[in-house]
Protein backbone atom coordinates (compact mmCIF):
# COMPACT_ATOMS: atom_id res chain seq x y z
CA UNK A 1 0.00 0.00 0.00
CA UNK A 2 1.32 3.72 -1.14
CA UNK A 3 2.23 5.61 2.27
CA UNK A 4 0.19 8.77 2.96
CA UNK A 5 3.79 10.63 2.64
CA UNK A 6 4.81 8.89 -1.26
CA UNK A 7 0.97 9.91 -2.32
CA UNK A 8 1.78 13.21 -1.14
CA UNK A 9 4.99 13.76 -2.97
CA UNK A 10 3.56 12.32 -5.98
CA UNK A 11 0.58 14.63 -6.25
CA UNK A 12 3.22 17.57 -5.22
CA UNK A 13 5.18 16.21 -7.85
CA UNK A 14 2.31 16.53 -10.46
CA UNK A 15 1.54 19.90 -9.20
CA UNK A 16 4.88 21.17 -9.17
CA UNK A 17 5.62 19.58 -13.11
CA UNK A 18 1.96 20.83 -14.11
CA UNK A 19 2.52 24.03 -13.47
CA UNK A 20 6.48 24.23 -14.93
CA UNK A 21 5.35 22.63 -17.90
CA UNK A 22 2.04 25.19 -17.72
CA UNK A 23 4.81 27.42 -17.77
CA UNK A 24 6.60 26.66 -20.21
CA UNK A 25 3.87 26.26 -22.31
CA UNK A 26 3.53 29.92 -21.89
CA UNK A 27 6.95 30.73 -22.39
CA UNK A 28 6.59 29.00 -25.93
CA UNK A 29 3.51 30.55 -26.52
CA UNK A 30 1.68 27.28 -27.68
CA UNK A 31 -1.57 28.16 -25.81
CA UNK A 32 -3.64 26.43 -28.37
CA UNK A 33 -5.97 24.10 -28.50
CA UNK A 34 -8.03 25.46 -31.67
CA UNK A 35 -7.11 28.02 -34.17
CA UNK A 36 -8.75 31.20 -34.14
CA UNK A 37 -9.89 33.89 -36.44
CA UNK A 38 -7.65 36.38 -34.62
CA UNK A 39 -4.85 35.20 -36.60
CA UNK A 40 -3.31 33.32 -33.46
CA UNK A 41 -3.65 29.30 -33.22
CA UNK A 42 -5.41 30.12 -29.78
CA UNK A 43 -9.13 29.22 -30.94
CA UNK A 44 -11.78 31.56 -32.80
CA UNK A 45 -14.12 33.94 -31.00
CA UNK A 46 -18.25 33.04 -31.39
CA UNK A 47 -19.14 36.04 -33.34
CA UNK A 48 -20.52 38.91 -30.79
CA UNK A 49 -18.20 37.17 -27.47
CA UNK A 50 -14.99 38.08 -28.54
CA UNK A 51 -12.27 36.29 -27.67
CA UNK A 52 -9.34 34.32 -25.50
CA UNK A 53 -6.82 34.40 -27.67
CA UNK A 54 -3.47 33.48 -27.26
CA UNK A 55 -1.25 35.00 -23.97
CA UNK A 56 0.89 36.95 -26.21
CA UNK A 57 -1.58 38.89 -28.05
CA UNK A 58 -2.77 38.97 -31.08
CA UNK A 59 -0.74 37.29 -34.40
CA UNK A 60 1.62 35.57 -33.09
CA UNK A 61 2.38 32.70 -34.83
CA UNK A 62 0.21 34.08 -37.55
CA UNK A 63 2.37 33.09 -40.45
CA UNK A 64 2.85 29.68 -39.22
CA UNK A 65 -1.15 29.11 -38.65
CA UNK A 66 -2.03 30.38 -41.76
CA UNK A 67 0.79 28.98 -44.49
CA UNK A 68 -0.03 25.51 -42.80
CA UNK A 69 -3.82 26.34 -43.15
CA UNK A 70 -3.29 27.39 -46.64
CA UNK A 71 -1.66 24.86 -47.78
CA UNK A 72 -4.11 22.34 -46.45
CA UNK A 73 -7.02 24.33 -48.51
CA UNK A 74 -5.19 24.53 -51.33
CA UNK A 75 -5.08 28.70 -51.53
CA UNK A 76 -2.67 31.26 -50.86
CA UNK A 77 -1.34 32.37 -47.57
CA UNK A 78 -1.98 35.77 -48.56
CA UNK A 79 -5.81 34.83 -48.97
CA UNK A 80 -6.06 32.65 -45.57
CA UNK A 81 -4.41 36.06 -43.85
CA UNK A 82 -6.69 38.48 -45.25
CA UNK A 83 -9.46 36.19 -44.46
CA UNK A 84 -8.34 35.65 -40.59
CA UNK A 85 -7.59 39.64 -40.27
CA UNK A 86 -11.32 40.36 -40.95
CA UNK A 87 -12.76 37.56 -39.17
CA UNK A 88 -11.21 39.09 -36.09
CA UNK A 89 -12.15 42.52 -37.12
CA UNK A 90 -15.63 41.38 -37.00
CA UNK A 91 -15.22 39.73 -34.25
CA UNK A 92 -13.69 42.25 -31.91
CA UNK A 93 -15.17 42.51 -28.49
CA UNK A 94 -16.68 45.20 -27.25
CA UNK A 95 -16.21 43.87 -23.88
CA UNK A 96 -13.76 41.35 -22.41
CA UNK A 97 -16.12 38.34 -21.61
CA UNK A 98 -16.36 36.93 -18.52
CA UNK A 99 -16.42 33.36 -19.65
CA UNK A 100 -14.83 31.32 -22.56
CA UNK A 101 -16.84 30.38 -25.72
CA UNK A 102 -16.88 26.25 -25.94
CA UNK A 103 -13.81 25.34 -27.84
CA UNK A 104 -15.81 23.17 -30.18
CA UNK A 105 -18.15 26.30 -31.13
CA UNK A 106 -15.66 28.61 -31.65
CA UNK A 107 -14.00 26.23 -34.46
CA UNK A 108 -16.94 25.30 -35.69
CA UNK A 109 -17.17 29.29 -36.16
CA UNK A 110 -14.19 30.04 -37.56
CA UNK A 111 -14.17 27.39 -40.05
CA UNK A 112 -17.81 28.73 -41.55
CA UNK A 113 -16.66 32.02 -41.41
CA UNK A 114 -13.05 31.05 -43.37
CA UNK A 115 -14.90 29.21 -45.68
CA UNK A 116 -17.36 31.73 -46.58
CA UNK A 117 -14.33 34.31 -46.80
CA UNK A 118 -12.54 32.11 -48.68
CA UNK A 119 -15.04 30.26 -51.03
CA UNK A 120 -14.17 26.57 -49.86
CA UNK A 121 -16.88 24.29 -48.52
CA UNK A 122 -17.36 24.16 -44.72
CA UNK A 123 -16.37 20.61 -44.52
CA UNK A 124 -13.26 21.08 -45.93
CA UNK A 125 -12.13 23.87 -43.80
CA UNK A 126 -13.49 22.19 -40.73
CA UNK A 127 -10.92 19.19 -41.73
CA UNK A 128 -7.95 21.35 -42.06
CA UNK A 129 -8.62 22.64 -38.67
CA UNK A 130 -9.29 19.66 -37.50
CA UNK A 131 -6.02 18.35 -38.45
CA UNK A 132 -3.59 21.27 -37.64
CA UNK A 133 -5.25 20.89 -33.85
CA UNK A 134 -4.75 17.36 -33.86
CA UNK A 135 -0.84 17.70 -35.26
CA UNK A 136 -0.09 20.49 -32.29
CA UNK A 137 -1.72 18.62 -29.91
CA UNK A 138 0.57 15.32 -30.40
CA UNK A 139 3.49 17.64 -30.59
CA UNK A 140 2.71 18.87 -27.06
CA UNK A 141 2.38 15.19 -25.97
CA UNK A 142 5.49 14.68 -27.58
CA UNK A 143 7.26 17.59 -26.10
CA UNK A 144 5.54 16.73 -22.26
CA UNK A 145 6.54 12.72 -22.44
CA UNK A 146 10.35 13.52 -23.86
CA UNK A 147 10.44 16.25 -20.41
CA UNK A 148 8.64 13.60 -18.76
CA UNK A 149 11.66 10.52 -19.40
CA UNK A 150 14.42 13.14 -18.98
CA UNK A 151 13.13 14.35 -15.59
CA UNK A 152 12.97 10.46 -14.49
CA UNK A 153 16.59 9.83 -15.93
CA UNK A 154 18.04 12.71 -14.06
CA UNK A 155 15.70 12.11 -10.90
CA UNK A 156 13.88 14.45 -10.63
CA UNK A 157 11.37 12.60 -10.60
CA UNK A 158 9.80 9.21 -10.34
CA UNK A 159 8.60 6.80 -12.85
CA UNK A 160 5.39 7.02 -10.88
CA UNK A 161 5.33 10.58 -10.67
CA UNK A 162 5.72 11.53 -14.32
CA UNK A 163 3.19 9.05 -14.63
CA UNK A 164 0.60 10.44 -12.81
CA UNK A 165 1.32 13.70 -14.70
CA UNK A 166 0.63 12.29 -18.04
CA UNK A 167 -2.50 10.69 -16.24
CA UNK A 168 -3.77 14.39 -15.33
CA UNK A 169 -3.03 15.54 -18.78
CA UNK A 170 -4.91 12.84 -20.20
CA UNK A 171 -7.79 13.19 -17.79
CA UNK A 172 -7.63 17.30 -18.73
CA UNK A 173 -6.70 17.79 -15.09
CA UNK A 174 -3.55 19.37 -16.22
CA UNK A 175 -3.09 21.64 -19.48
CA UNK A 176 0.17 21.11 -20.58
CA UNK A 177 0.00 24.24 -23.29
CA UNK A 178 -0.97 26.56 -20.32
CA UNK A 179 -4.17 27.77 -21.94
CA UNK A 180 -7.45 27.17 -21.06
CA UNK A 181 -9.38 23.54 -21.97
Not at 55 to 80: M, N, T, W
Not at 87 to 92: L, S
Not at 147 to 165: F, I, S
Amino acid sequence: MVSKKTAVAVAAGALALGAGVGIAGIASADPTPTPSPSATASGSPTPGTGGFGGRHGPGFRDGEFAAELASKLGVSEERVTEALRAIREENRPTERPTTPPDPAEREASLAKALAEKLGIEDAKVTTALEEIRTARQAERAAALKERLDAAVADGTLTQAEADAVTKAVEKGVINPGGGRR
